[in-house]
């Protein structure tokens, strides 16, 4: 057992101790904690030790496992998880739905989109932004967005829709003022989004480890910058079930800074970070070809 510490300091994390949680989180939703963080785990692991009035990783640990309600797990998640997101970042995706998807899709109604790992929101609300720019009111009743997130903390702040201003620089003046409203008094500096642009989403707690077969399916999903925390067997089984939760003809969309390179699946290449599930269409060009 690590050694007592007073309540300034951060406790030390054992190899053992380490490989418990490493192993705990890999089960309960498949993050990939590689050697090299135990600086970083002993030091957020202490902060929750404190918040719940415990005294050590052991401690901590069996507090985890009696658990039954799942909700220590969820409690886990928002410690070990980073949730650096923010408003269309990568832009290029969004230019995508609004162009591709919108246009080319329009017998799909409603369009259902899953944002998968949404973080603080912005993902979906970015959705959201970019659809009814596209559609105009349309959206309102065509456009369905489900959010999911393995963290209830972020989740929190997803539904509230309120943000700082300074995270929508660069945004339009017209945009702000069709999709945001002002804050007023204390909340002079932030704007939240509009309730009608709200109600097109719904926010959900979903762990991507477990059965998601009850959800869908979607016209596109996006799973950004979700994968880089796994390992290959996940990241494989992953894929695997969001192409089943993917209609005929959708779209999957994936971070930058990952590839489908070395993962075996039946989509078709778009362009970076883009794929498509194929449908009878393209099952009628092939053998138009052969």
């Not at 309960?28 to 415990?54: H, N, V, Y």
């Amino acid at each position: 057992m690590a050694s007592q510490t007073n309540k300034s300091e951060t406790l030390r994390l054992t190899a053992l101790e380490f490989e418990r949680f490493r192993r705990l989180a890999y089960d309960a939703f498949g993050l990939d904690l590689r050697p090299g963080k135990q600086t970083l785990l002993s030091a957020r692991l202490t902060k929750k030790i404190r918040e719940l009035k415990l005294s050590s990783f052991e401690e901590y640990y069996r507090y985890l496992l009696a658990d039954s309600t799942g909700k220590a797990v969820a409690g886990l998640a928002d410690v070990l998880t980073t949730n650096h997101t923010g408003f269309f970042r990568e832009r290029a995706h969004f230019d995508f739905l609004r162009e591709a998807v919108a246009c080319a899709l329009p017998d799909r109604d409603p369009l259902r989109i899953w944002s998968a790992g949404c973080s603080t929101g912005e993902e979906p609300y970015t959705i959201a932004f970019s659809l009814i720019e596209e559609l105009g009111t349309a959206a309102f009743s065509r456009v369905r967005i489900l959010a999911t997130d393995v963290s209830n903390r972020v989740l929190a702040v997803a539904r509230r829709g309120a943000y700082p201003a300074e995270r929508f620089d660069g945004l339009p003046g017209h945009q702000l003022r069709r999709f945001l409203l002002r804050g007023e008094n204390q909340w002079k500096d932030w704007y939240m989004v509009k309730r009608q642009i709200r109600d097109m989403i719904e926010f959900r707690r979903l762990n991507l480890k477990s059965d998601f077969s009850h959800v869908g399916p979607f016209t596109v999903i996006l799973c950004r910058n979700v994968m880089i925390y796994f390992d290959r067997p996940t990241q494989q089984d992953l894929i695997n079930r969001l192409c089943q939760r993917l209609e005929p003809g959708g779209y999957l969309l994936v971070g930058h800074a990952e590839s489908l390179n070395a993962i075996h699946h039946p989509l078709r290449y778009v362009r970076p970070a883009i794929y498509r599930k194929p449908d009878a269409r393209d099952a009628a060009r092939g053998r138009k070809h052969s």
